[in-house]
Nanobody, 119 residues
Framework: VNLVESGGGLVQAGGSLRLSCAAA???????MAWFRQAPGKQREWVAT???????TYADSVQGRFTISRNNAANTVYLEMNSLKPEDSALYYC???????????????RGQGTQVVVSS
């Protein structure tokens, strides 16, 4: 499934952003996730939402970020509050289409949207 993220930008510490991930196909049966990668750092898993709307979060974002989905709109969201400079990264969503992971060829990922949090 083709994924396109949007909503990134520059925000001051303590601020909020809402990222969107629009899928070209139907995602109602697919577990979706958000990842992020900062320059010089490894990719970090951020949050997951299953097809049954169960959510899990990385400790680093627990209580500040909320993942949600609108299956009718084939869209997944990441609401980010109380942002910190260390949240700055390229954020991208991914689809675990076959239950075999998020990386191609079994899964899909978008190109990402940049988030910069200034101190």
């Amino acid at each position: 499934v083709n994924l396109v993220e949007s909503g990134g930008g520059l925000v001051q510490a303590g601020g909020s952003l809402r990222l969107s991930c629009a899928a070209a196909g139907r995602i109602f049966s697919i577990t979706m996730a958000w990842f992020r990668q900062a320059p010089g750092k490894q990719r970090e898993w951020v949050a997951t939402i299953t097809n049954n709307f169960k959510t899990t979060y990385a400790d680093s974002v627990q209580g500040r970020f909320t993942i949600s989905r609108n299956n009718a709109a084939n869209t997944v969201y990441l609401e980010m509050n109380s942002l910190k400079p260390e949240d700055s990264a390229l954020y991208y969503c991914a689809a675990n289409e076959y239950g075999l992971g998020y990386e191609p060829p079994f899964g899909s990922r978008g190109q990402g949207t940049q988030v910069v949090v200034s101190s």
